[in-house]
């Protein structure tokens, strides 16, 4: 299975945490969500993707996510979100794939843009503590 992603799973630590596993740099192919921008959640520090005509998010797009690997980023992304098939551009053209789609009631963005840049250098190291604390029952929850 085929997800774009656009927020904290884009660092490849979140990632392996979450799914167990570390995919090599490879498996992530830029892509990008056309009609939407990336808001910061208020009283969080991740994003949602919100409809946006004028905007697009850059993120990326990994293939070959087994369905373990699902129901591990489904449990990560929790009950505010659904998978959703969206169409993306990659290398130009446009294909479906699955997109963790929140469910714009359940949060409230901020006005500003979302950055993973910034995340990694402000919030990630408290994120990453709180991630392995969640996941430390979970068998296969490595960095490594």
């Given at each position: 299975?085929?997800?774009?992603?656009?927020?904290?799973l884009?660092?490849?630590?979140?990632?392996?945490?979450?799914?167990?596993?570390?995919?090599?740099?490879?498996?992530?192919?830029?892509?990008?969500?056309?009609?939407?921008?990336?808001?910061?959640?208020?009283?969080?520090?991740?994003?949602?993707?919100?409809?946006?005509?004028?905007?697009?998010?850059?993120?990326?797009?990994?293939?070959?996510?087994?369905?373990?690997?699902?129901?591990?980023?489904?449990?990560?992304?929790?009950?505010?979100?659904r998978?959703?098939?969206?169409?993306?551009?990659?290398?130009?053209?446009?294909?479906?794939?699955?997109?963790?789609?929140?469910?714009?009631?359940?949060?409230?963005?901020?006005?500003?843009?979302?950055?993973?840049?910034?995340?990694?250098?402000r919030?990630?190291?408290?994120?990453?503590?709180?991630?392995?604390?969640?996941?430390?029952?979970?068998?296969?929850?490595?960095?490594?």
């Open positions: 299975m085929r997800f774009f992603f656009y927020g904290t884009l660092d490849r630590d979140v990632m392996a945490l979450v799914i167990g596993r570390r995919l090599p740099p490879g498996a992530f192919l830029p892509a990008i969500l056309p009609a939407h921008s990336r808001r910061r959640v208020k009283g969080a520090s991740y994003p949602i993707a919100v409809r946006d005509r004028r905007d697009a998010i850059h993120g990326k797009v990994v293939g070959g996510l087994s369905r373990r690997d699902v129901e591990r980023l489904s449990a990560y992304e929790g009950a505010g979100y998978i959703a098939s969206l169409k993306v551009r990659e290398k130009g053209m446009l294909s479906k794939v699955a997109v963790f789609a929140p469910l714009e009631e359940r949060f409230q963005p901020t006005s500003g843009a979302w950055s993973l840049t910034l995340w990694q250098r919030d990630k190291r408290t994120f990453v503590g709180r991630l392995r604390r969640a996941f430390s029952g979970r068998p296969g929850c490595s960095t490594r």
